[in-house]
């Protein structure tokens, strides 16, 4: 299975733009449908009920069990611990530190499960592993640590990369009921976008204001390249 992650900050519309893009194809899937997947398949819990499936709220159980519950062999990775121990050592500020720790390592679990399936269908994460390593500058980490930790993580077999003006940004993050304190600076997702493209990360720049369809073909037309 092809793991495709949209990269940029948070207000970019990243999660609106994936959801237009989910109704527009049944080829690509959410995380949740991914989710469901493997759950049913049970390669990560060994019991499931159906009804526990079909929950809206799937995702936010299993990431607040990943410490105790979610990992499938995964919580030894050395190169994962490397990258937590990094973020560690320097952040400054503690606040939803814990949970965006839970996020990395579910996104991590997630990536190297797709990657591992045979499936012909593309995993589409309008927030994945590149996005959650940005959001830790939030709690002080620097740009240059930030890039050392992605460099850790596996790469996505292609990015999709938004950008808007920052006035967009933080006109969104308001009208989302959040606060200005979430926004990211746009040089954090630049750094890491040109740390992945040192490692030959492949790349399709999509826009926010461009319609659903457009955007659909881009990312197939580049998912079919690589």
Same mark, same amino acid.
């Given at each position: 299975m092809d793991v495709i992650e949209l990269v940029g900050r948070p207000g970019t519309g990243k999660t609106t733009l994936a959801r237009k893009i989910y109704r527009q194809s049944d080829h690509i899937i959410s995380r949740g449908t991914f989710f469901k997947r493997e759950l049913s398949r049970g390669r990560l819990f060994r019991w499931v009920p159906d009804v526990f499936l079909e929950s809206?709220?799937?995702?936010?159980?299993?990431?607040?069990?990943?410490?105790?519950?979610f990992g499938a062999g995964l919580d030894q990775d050395p190169? @994962? #611990?490397?990258?937590?121990?990094? !973020?560690?050592?320097?952040?400054? =500020?503690? *606040?939803?530190?814990?949970?965006? /720790?839970? @996020? #990395?390592?579910?996104?991590?679990? !997630?990536?190297?499960?797709?990657? =591992?399936? *045979?499936?012909?269908?593309?995993? /589409?994460?309008?927030?994945?592993l590149t996005h959650r390593v940005g959001t830790f500058t939030l709690n002080g980490l620097s740009q240059n640590t930030a890039r050392k930790v992605a460099a850790l993580l596996p790469t996505s077999?292609?990015?999709?990369?938004i950008e808007v003006p920052d006035q967009t940004t933080r006109h969104r993050l308001i009208n989302r009921g959040k606060s200005d304190s979430l926004y990211i600076a746009r040089e954090v997702y630049q750094s890491l976008k040109s740390g992945l493209a040192e490692r030959d990360a492949r790349f399709v720049d999509l826009s926010a204001l461009e319609d659903a369809d457009a955007n659909?073909?881009?990312?197939?037309?580049?998912?079919?390249?690589?």
């Open positions: 809206p709220y799937l995702e936010d159980y299993i990431t607040s069990k990943t410490g105790e519950l190169a @994962l #611990l490397e990258a937590i121990a990094l !973020i560690l050592q320097e952040v400054t =500020r503690y *606040d939803r530190l814990q949970s965006r /720790l839970n @996020l #990395l390592f579910r996104d991590y679990v !997630i990536h190297t499960l797709a990657q =591992r399936s *045979d499936s012909d269908d593309i995993l /589409l994460l309008d927030e994945g077999d292609l990015y999709a990369y659909l073909e881009l990312l197939l037309d580049a998912s079919r390249a690589t």
